[in-house]
């Protein structure tokens, strides 16, 4: 069996901030939704193409599996 598309990507961060800054300003990304927990945001998700990359904090392991792009009722969906 040979791969032919990658639909979702999934990283770990240290530095939300950043990461979201990174994906969306520098990259250019389309944001798509970010999940926030007792006040700490612990999910942001961007569009690329027909992909999704999904960036989280370390300490909070990995997030309800997402069933893809756009994202399931589960994450806020971020102002446009």
Request: hydrophobic share 35%; charged share 20%; glycine share 12%.
């Amino acid at each position: 069996m040979e791969p032919r598309d990658v639909d979702f990507f999934m990283y770990q961060t240290a530095d939300m901030s950043k990461a979201i800054a990174f994906y969306g300003e520098v990259l250019g990304l389309e944001p798509i939704g970010e999940v926030e927990r007792e006040g700490q945001l612990i999910w942001a998700e961007f569009e690329v193409g027909g992909a999704c990359i999904g960036v989280h904090p370390p300490d909070m392991g990995p997030q309800p599996a997402p069933s893809g792009c756009p994202s399931t009722t589960w994450m806020r969906r971020s102002p446009n």
